[in-house]
């Protein structure tokens, strides 16, 4: 009985700013204050008046581009990495796994001086590359650290077999071990995919123009005419908005998500 009432709670308070924010997202004027949970009268003028007031398609696009961009290629990095920390070795292994573990915990402000300083150098500030850059700091060191300890777990077997056919290293990496990775990739690669997406510091500081800010910018600037109240209708659907594909890609790789977490929980 404990664990049920547990797991309901745990369920309610997990879905319930989902459902709050939908139902403030299809309510208007008065009916905000409303303590209905669903309106008696739902309208979609939240949701066109998102689109309508500001290049909000424009910006999900960016959020696309900038979250995709950064797993492909914090992926593709951390894979090499993790075969060279995970199956190689030399001197100074552990010492460089535990700065890169230590790069993750700064905070983002305390690394912002100095990548404003390097997107200026770049002379890439209001581009989505400034973006990407910026977001790899946050999830490199994470993805590389995953994913070097479901490479140690690899057989040695299939690299010593690799080895005795000739096969060179990018091969033995994309063609032998990643298929194995690909649980652990896809988890990693979606929490990643999540982290580049929320990202809101960099986002603000690095881009200056409406066209070229994300989702998290656009909806914490989103205002009335007036100046003197919050649009928290539209601020409710744009966040339904921006949370839709989330969800979608939660359930799409629900269970290579599971398998991939778990992977590493089981010895031998």
């Given amino acids: 009985m404990g664990y049920w009432a547990a797991s309901l709670l745990f369920i309610f308070v997990s879905v319930f700013p989902l459902l709050y924010a939908l139902s403030s997202s299809l309510k208007q004027g008065s009916g905000l204050f409303s303590p209905e949970l669903w309106p008696k009268a739902p309208t979609f003028a939240n949701y066109s008046g998102v689109f309508a007031e500001q290049p909000f398609a424009q910006n999900l696009l960016n959020s696309l581009l900038v979250a995709g961009s950064v797993v492909t290629l914090s992926l593709g990095l951390s894979l090499m990495a993790a075969w060279a920390f995970g199956r190689v070795e030399f001197r100074g292994r552990g010492l460089l796994l535990m700065l890169i573990l230590s790069a993750s915990m700064l905070p983002q402000v305390a690394v912002l001086s100095g990548m404003f300083e390097l997107v200026r150098a770049f002379g890439i500030y209001d581009t989505l ?140």
């Avoid at 603000?204 to 989103?222: D, G, K, M, N, Q």
């Fill in 129 to 268: 590359g400034a973006l990407i850059i910026a977001d790899l700091v946050l999830t490199l060191p994470f993805t590389v650290w995953v994913l070097v300890t479901f490479m140690r777990q690899l057989p040695k077997e299939l690299e010593e077999a690799a080895a005795m056919d000739g096969v060179g290293v990018l091969t033995l990496v994309f063609r032998v071990y990643m298929p194995l990775l690909w649980p652990a990739m896809v988890a990693t690669g979606l929490l990643a995919f999540i982290a580049a997406w929320n990202e809101f510091l960099f986002a603000l500081t690095f881009t200056l123009s409406t066209e070229a800010r994300t989702v998290p910018v656009a909806i914490a600037l989103i205002s009335t005419p007036s100046g003197f109240e919050l649009p928290w209708g539209k601020i409710m659907a744009a966040s339904v908005i921006v949370t839709l594909p989330l969800v979608a890609l939660v359930v799409v790789f629900q269970r290579r998500i599971v398998s991939g977490l778990s992977a590493g929980a089981v010895k031998g």
